[in-house]
């Protein structure tokens, strides 16, 4: 299981941590995401992290924003968010899979966390 953790709300401007922990199952072997549901909208890829956490990936509103890390040791991955916008508002998903992709084909998804930003 995953478990998306480190939401809440925030000035625009702001920064939020958030954390995606593996239980029962070790991610330590697979690609880790993190996806944003706006309110009403269909979720969105917004970074991914390899494996051996040497390639990361963003997505076109986040970049020089948001940090994707993991910590192999804590079998947890983290989404550094900077400089929060309103439009990052949404809920924030972690998802493991077998490499990093835009679409949602990920094999384990966390229950997802609620960041609100606002203006």
């Known amino acids: 299981q995953l478990q998306a953790s480190g939401g809440g709300k925030v000035q625009a401007g702001g920064s939020l941590r958030l954390s995606c922990a593996a239980s029962?199952?070790?991610?330590?072997?697979?690609?880790m995401a993190w996806f944003r549901q706006p309110p009403g909208e269909e979720r969105v890829f917004v970074a991914g992290?390899?494996?051996?956490?040497?390639?990361?990936f963003y997505g076109d509103s986040v970049k020089g924003r948001f940090t994707v890390s993991r910590n192999a040791a804590k079998d947890t991955a983290y989404l550094q968010m900077n400089n929060l916008k309103p439009e990052d508002t949404g809920v924030y998903y972690c998802?493991?899979?077998?490499?990093?992709?835009?679409?949602?084909?990920?094999?384990?998804w966390g229950r997802g966390t609620l960041v609100t930003v606002s203006s």
């Open positions: 998802a493991a899979g077998n490499r990093v992709v835009v679409t949602l084909n990920y094999l384990y």
């Open positions: 029962g199952r070790t991610a330590r072997n697979y690609a």
């Open positions: 992290i390899t494996w051996s956490g040497i390639e990361t």
